[in-house]
Nanobody, 129 residues
Framework: QVALVESGGGSVQAGGSLRLSCVRF????????MGWFRQAPGKEREGVAG????????YYADSLEGRFTISRDNAKNTLYLQMNTLKVEDTAVYYC??????????????????????WGRGTQVTVSS
């Protein structure tokens, strides 16, 4: 059984930074794709960043304009999302998720929520102007 627990959310002013963490409990093979998703009120859940656990290859939504960085610490079973230059429109509940797949598939499907098997409960990020 795998459990994912996010933390690090909070309230910040526009232009500020936050770092989200996602701790994994339970075994997950290195052939896993992990991702960060977000869901704003009234909107669909969208993928913002993905990482292939084995290689560390990273993938990002184009709309982020380089403001977010995904990383992982395998020794700590932790996934991170560093968010800089936050905007009001980044306000959402942020979720981490994981699935087993190939690296090639991870690169093309990291933004698609339906394929992910394991999900955390989310952490709220609120950006004010």
């Amino acid at each position: 059984q795998v459990a994912l627990v996010e933390s690090g959310g909070g309230s910040v002013q526009a232009g500020g930074s936050l770092r989200l963490s996602c701790v994994r409990f339970g075994y997950i093979d290195s052939s896993a794709c992990m991702g960060w998703f977000r869901q704003a009120p009234g909107k669909e859940r969208e993928g913002v960043a993905g990482i292939y656990v084995d290689s560390g290859s990273t993938y990002y939504a184009d709309s982020l304009e380089g403001r977010f960085t995904i990383s992982r610490d395998n020794a700590k079973n932790t996934l991170y999302l560093q968010m800089n230059t936050l905007k009001v429109e980044d306000t959402a509940v942020y979720y981490c998720a994981a699935k087993y797949t190939t690296r090639e598939s991870c690169s093309s499907t990291f933004r698609v929520p339906s394929g992910f098997r394991y999900w955390g409960r989310g952490t709220q990020v609120t950006v004010s102007s």
